[in-house]
């Protein structure tokens, strides 16, 4: 199976003012998001997905350093950004990644794509780790079926719900990995400061110019607990609400 990971980044955002491009470890976030992406077992390509706006002229750059295409399309249309990024390129799945969440765990999500492929779902995600860590996993004929189909707002800004709305139309699947999650509210995405505040200090203590490892990340909240209370707090934008990216 020909698959492609599609990365969806804008450099505006509400809460976290061109969160993409804050720097991580030396590195522009995004960055990270996409060695992540580059890090998964089964991928033939990573896509970058952004918004046709001079303001993500930046992500240009990156993508040419990191050796990735560079898809620009709709600014707030996301379906649609990440059909077109992939449409007539011969891909059976994609996996879908949000810009960000730079620990985006490669390691469930190779599993999960080996796991997809085998039993043919046409949507795929990951069970029982963090927010912001897992990935979706969809088949071309399910995202085309969904972005000619879609008709409610929130279809257009999250890609996916159709899919997960309409379970007499696809076969879908969670993948386990059987992880150890001490901290069921855990948020390792980045949306706000404090995100990003706990996240800083992630990638201070355990980046190595190597993906990160999930198990690492949980191994050091475990043994430094109050770290856990920065973005405690933050409460989890709904899905009818713009993911700004």
């Known amino acids: 199976m020909k698959t492609v990971a599609v990365i969806q980044a804008r450099i505006a955002s509400t809460r976290l003012a061109a969160k993409a491009m804050l720097p991580l470890a030396g590195k522009p976030m995004i960055v990270h998001v996409i060695e992540r992406a580059l890090a998964i077992k089964g991928v033939c390509s990573v896509i970058l997905a952004t918004g046709?706006?001079?303001?993500?002229?930046?992500?240009?750059?990156?993508?040419?350093?990191?050796?990735?295409?560079?898809?620009?399309?709709?600014?707030?249309?996301?379906?649609?950004?990440?059909?077109?990024?992939?449409?007539?390129?011969?891909?059976?799945?994609?996996?879908?990644?949000?810009?960000?969440?730079?620990?985006?765990?490669?390691?469930?999500?190779?599993?999960?794509?080996?796991?997809?492929?085998?039993?043919?779902?046409?949507?795929?995600?990951?069970?029982?780790?963090?927010?912001?860590?897992?990935?979706?996993?969809?088949?071309?004929?399910?995202?085309?079926?969904?972005?000619?189909?879609?008709?409610?707002?929130?279809?257009?800004?999250?890609?996916?719900?159709?899919?997960?709305?309409?379970?007499?139309?696809?076969?879908?699947?969670?993948?386990?990995?059987?992880?150890?999650?001490?901290?069921?509210?855990?948020r390792l995405t980045v949306d706000t400061p404090e995100d990003f505040d706990l996240m800083g200090k992630i990638y201070k203590a355990l980046y190595r110019d190597r993906p990160i490892l999930l198990t690492e990340v949980i191994t050091f909240l475990m043994a430094n607990p109050d770290l856990v209370n920065i973005n405690s707090h933050v409460e989890q934008r709904p899905m009818t609400h713009s993911s700004n990216v």
């Open 52 to 186: 046709i706006s001079a303001a993500n002229d930046p992500l240009e750059k990156i993508a040419a350093d990191c050796g990735v295409v560079l898809f620009r399309g709709s600014e707030d249309n996301v379906l649609e950004r990440f059909y077109l990024a992939v449409k007539n390129r011969g891909f059976d799945y994609i996996i879908r990644i949000t810009g960000d969440n730079p620990l985006t765990d490669h390691v469930s999500a190779s599993a999960a794509l080996h796991y997809a492929c085998d039993n043919k779902f046409d949507h795929c995600s990951v069970s029982g780790i963090p927010l912001g860590t897992g990935i979706e996993i969809v088949s071309m004929s399910a995202l085309e079926r969904a972005y000619r189909e879609s008709s409610n707002p929130y279809h257009f800004e999250h890609v996916t719900p159709y899919i997960k709305e309409h379970p007499g139309f696809f076969s879908t699947g969670k993948y386990s990995p059987g992880m150890e999650n001490p901290f069921p509210e855990l």
